[in-house]
């Protein structure tokens, strides 16, 4: 089964100071038995770097393809925080494109699958873009996905903040952008508005999938699962929880949860 873990959901056994990244290599791997690895950067970048957060040196990431060689690990998705397309300042906007520049030369490296870049906006608010924004955002994505395309990846954002948790908001970027290799990292369920019709709006672009704690165990699950294959859906199908605590044994859970749906679906 095509089953990968996010990189997120081991975020506070990282703060504790008992992972790094190659230690979530080994942990996807050899502790449960997975092909893939499903990377964060917030692993791999300096936190306190201000006003952006700033990607570790070249040779560094080097380092993490050789360990994802090693372990003969996809990386199926490359989920990328800090490099958000929209500030409304503009002088924000171009240290966020240069981020995401840099975050695009890491994705080659490494031979990324997928790569995950947001729109922008708040966390605990939404709405729709205003013209300026939508056109900036349009246009980001359409650079990046022309990358995306030369170097054999997909790019695009999560519905995760500001107008990407509207799923209509996000179809209408999807048309506009108009390109093979833009799409998008649909964690199930996760909207603002049109709960019971988002997955399906989103699923024909769909390149990466999260389930999460209270995702994989909705009583529509293995319905949405059905409904994102037959909309062309054929990657994995992710699990991102950054559990409060036992995070090794929270996941660990909800593998079988998200198995056990795929094999009923």
Do not use: C
């Given at each position: 089964m095509n089953i990968s873990i996010g990189g997120y959901s081991f975020n506070n056994t990282y703060l504790e100071g008992k992972m790094d990244v190659f230690g979530y290599l080994e942990t996807v791997k050899y502790r449960y038995g997975l092909d893939a690895?499903?990377?964060?950067n917030g692993f791999f970048i300096d936190r306190k770097s201000k006003p952006i957060m700033k990607l570790a040196d070249e040779s560094y990431i080097r380092k993490i393809k050789e360990a994802l060689d090693e372990?003969?690990?996809?990386?199926?998705?490359?989920?990328?925080?800090?490099?958000?397309?929209?500030?409304?300042?503009?002088?924000?906007?171009?240290l966020l494109h240069n981020n995401a520049l840099?975050?695009?030369r890491a994705a080659i490296i490494m031979g990324a699958e997928?790569?995950?870049?947001?729109t922008g906006g708040s966390y605990t608010?939404?709405?729709?873009?205003?013209?300026?924004?939508?056109?900036?955002?349009?246009l980001r994505y359409k650079e990046f996905s022309q990358v995306a395309a030369d170097?054999?990846?997909?790019?695009?954002?999560?519905?995760?903040?500001?107008a990407s948790l509207l799923p209509r908001e996000m179809k209408r970027i999807a048309e506009a952008v108009d390109h093979p290799a833009f799409g998008f990292l649909v964690h199930l369920g996760r909207w603002k508005a049109d709960q019971a019709e988002g997955d399906?709006?989103?699923?024909p672009w769909a390149y990466h999938t999260h389930f999460d704690a209270a995702t994989a165990v909705r009583e529509d699950a293995?319905?949405?699962?059905?409904?994102?294959?037959?909309?062309?859906?054929?990657?994995?199908?992710?699990?991102?929880?950054?559990?409060?605590?036992?995070?090794?044994?929270?996941i660990e859970r909800l593998i079988g949860l998200v198995k056990k749906l795929l094999a009923e679906a």
């Open positions: 690895a499903d990377l964060w372990r003969e690990l996809r990386l199926v998705n490359f989920a990328v925080d800090g490099a958000h397309l929209w500030d409304p300042d503009p002088h924000m906007r171009e840099t975050h695009l997928t790569v995950r870049i947001d608010e939404w709405e729709t873009m205003s013209e300026e924004q939508f056109d900036y955002t349009v170097n054999g990846f997909k790019i695009g954002p999560e519905n995760h903040m500001g399906r709006l989103v699923a293995i319905e949405t699962i059905r409904m994102m294959e037959a909309s062309g859906y054929a990657g994995y199908w992710g699990i991102e929880q950054n559990a409060p605590g036992n995070q090794y044994a929270e």
